[in-house]
């Protein structure tokens, strides 16, 4: 780990229980065969750890605050001893020029080699004047820093997608990084914050086979974007039964019933929170009691809002057996998710009419 870094917060020293426990996890989070672990773990002990620029543009720092904090200090241990993290700026304890220095030495030095993590968008507007480090503004130091990093990684919904600050009327302008470098290999790894896991196993894999995993159309990494929330939700059989949380408090919400009502976005955003979890206590937004607000997709602040107002445009089955129609909330599109969506809900109507527990227009 890099002399510059603050090591207070963690764990001097990772067990080597810790550390094959932190190998195991992120080879089953990436979906790989126990075979592969000792693969992993070669290539996670490798003495060349692959050097890290690590910027920060628009963002809120939780993405690592969140991987930081991780309540498993093995993964937040485990990620930094991985990599060589020679500049990071809110993990260094210097400042100013000094630190300016690191980078350009950095870059200069592991000129081709580097892998570039970004944190936070770009904002583009008026010249890029809304951000600026050290007197540039992060559109200049993406564009000197990224052509001489091997590989890069987007890390969080902002530098994946433009985040937060790219929400309507997207006053400075921001975007992801994808939108302003075109010649590098870049995969995202949304969420606001994104799960330690997906980006510890997005590392390993590229350690471990040189390459990025396989992403999907928006350049997220299948193994932790590859299903839709709804589909591996534990809530999921109160859905199909039609049975909702009409409003926070209510008995269905006590009983733990379908959050759709009250705004879940579930059924429109891909990810593995229902299967990875979070904070290493099994937890995750939905099964604390709170709908998915679609956190790992893009323009989520405008496309998912109302946070508390349901998907619009699909077909429920309510308690009752009724059909309702399309709502007009929000201004989302579901196109063929909804189309699956509603036939889900109409299974789970046709199982109810089978057993007789609803007669048809009740
Ligand atoms: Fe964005 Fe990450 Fe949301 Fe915050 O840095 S993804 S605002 S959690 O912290 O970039
Ligand atoms: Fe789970 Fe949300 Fe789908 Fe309901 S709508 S089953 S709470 S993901
Ligand atoms: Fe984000 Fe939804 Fe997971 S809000 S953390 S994608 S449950």
Redesign the pocket.
């Known amino acids: 780990m890099s002399r510059f870094l603050h090591q207070a917060d963690l764990d001097p020293k990772l067990s080597r229980r810790g550390f094959l426990k932190g190998c195991a996890i992120a080879a089953a989070a990436l979906g790989l065969c126990d075979e592969m672990v000792p693969k992993i773990v070669e290539a996670a002990t490798s003495p060349k750890r692959p050097p890290v620029v690590w910027l ?1 543009f628009q ?8 991987l930081l904090r991780a309540s498993h200090p093995d993964v937040a241990r485990l990620i930094l001893d991985l990599i060589s993290l020679d500049y990071h700026e809110t993990l260094m304890a210097g400042a100013g020029k000094q630190v300016e220095e690191v980078l350009d030495e950095t870059i200069k030095k592991y000129d081709g080699k580097f892998l570039c993590v970004v ?3 770009i904002p583009t507007k008026d010249g890029g004047i809304y951000c600026k480090i050290g007197g540039k503004t992060a559109l200049e130091i993406i564009k000197e820093v990224a052509p001489k990093s091997a590989a890069i990684i987007a ?5 994946s997608f433009g ?2 600050q790219a929400a309507k009327p997207n006053p400075t302008g921001a975007v992801g990084v994808r939108d302003i470098i075109k010649d590098k290999p870049i995969i995202n790894v ?5 799960n330690p896991i997906s980006f510890l196993g997005t590392v390993l894999h590229y350690l471990t086979f040189k390459r990025f995993p396989t992403t999907d159309q928006l350049g997220r990494p299948l193994f932790a974007y590859g299903r839709r929330i709804h589909d591996h939700c534990e809530r999921r059989p109160h859905f199909d039964e039609g049975r909702f949380v009409e409003r926070f408090g209510d008995e269905g919400h006590r009983k733990g019933y379908c959050l759709y009502k009250v705004g879940c976005k579930g059924p429109e955003t891909f990810s593995n929170c229902p299967a990875v979890r979070f904070n290493d206590v099994d937890v995750w937004p939905v099964s604390v009691g709170h709908g998915c607000i679609g ?1 790992t997709e893009p323009n989520f602040w405008d496309t998912m809002s109302p946070f508390y107002k349901r998907l619009p445009g699909i077909k429920l089955p309510f308690g009752n057996g009724i059909v309702e129609g399309a709502d007009e909330v929000g201004e989302k599109v579901l196109g063929v998710a909804a189309a699956a969506v509603a036939v889900h809900a109409a299974v789970g109507i046709g199982k109810r009419l089978i057993k007789g527990g609803a007669k048809e227009g009740e």
């Open positions: 920060h963002e809120c720092t939780g993405c690592t605050e969140s944190e936070g968008a890390i969080g919904t902002c530098a985040g937060v949304p969420g606001c914050p994104p956190c």
